[in-house]
């Protein structure tokens, strides 16, 4: 990676509110020289050698969050359009928001046209059916968390109750 994207990175890292130590571990650096290096950045916006770019924010705060774990994921309204989210607003809803969005998305991808092909494996390339595989990606997901869930409430009952009313107190999923 050249000097100038660590750079880069690092400030808008820094800038999400991360310290030097966390930048340092997601980027392989020492916590100095991530320190370092978003200060450079932060001179060069000043100098007018770069400018502050909210987009570039953006997509350093995407790769910190997929490079957590989290995972963007498709899905589709009851209207048929596509919007996206992340594995883990999924994992803040509450069980019968799960149930819906399961229920919305698995009926428009087992009633698409092209519901059989998108079964089968991808193909090299551009991939025509790749929102639809991600619908049924998505589907898998919502109903790996509610079995989680199930499966939670069998064997700690009064635990699941407490992690259940911090996760619905969160907000729910945001359209992107």
């Keep these: ?9 690092c400030y808008y890292l820094t800038e999400l509110n991360l310290s030097s ?3 340092g571990k997601q980027m392989n650096l020492k916590p100095e020289q991530a320190r370092l290096a978003a200060l450079e ?17 953006q997509f350093w705060a995407r790769i910190l969050r997929e490079n957590s774990g989290d995972e963007k994921i498709t899905l589709v309204d009851e209207k048929g359009r596509y919007y996206h989210g992340w594995k883990s ?17 698995k009926n428009y ?11 089968t494996q991808p193909v090299v390339g551009y991939d025509p059916l790749m929102p639809l595989r991600n619908i049924r990606r998505t589907v898998s997901l919502i109903d790996e968390i ?15 109750e407490e992690v259940r009313k911090k996760r619905s107190s969160k907000p729910s999923k945001k359209r992107e």
Excluded at 1 to 9: C, I, N, Q, T
Excluded at 41 to 57: L, T
Excluded at 109 to 114: A, F, G, M, N
């Design 41 to 57: 950045y932060g001179k060069k916006i000043s100098a007018g050698r770069a400018k502050y770019d909210e987009e570039a924010k």
């Design 89 to 105: 607003e999924l994992q803040k809803m509450t069980t019968q928001q799960l149930v819906e969005l399961l229920v919305v998305n």
């Design 1 to 9: 990676m050249s000097d100038e994207y660590v750079e880069e990175a």
């Design 21 to 23: 130590e966390e930048i």
């Design 109 to 119: 991808s087992d009633k698409h046209p092209l519901s059989e092909f998108s079964k």
């Design 146 to 160: 509610l079995q989680r869930r199930s499966e939670d409430e069998a064997s700690g009952g009064d635990e699941a």
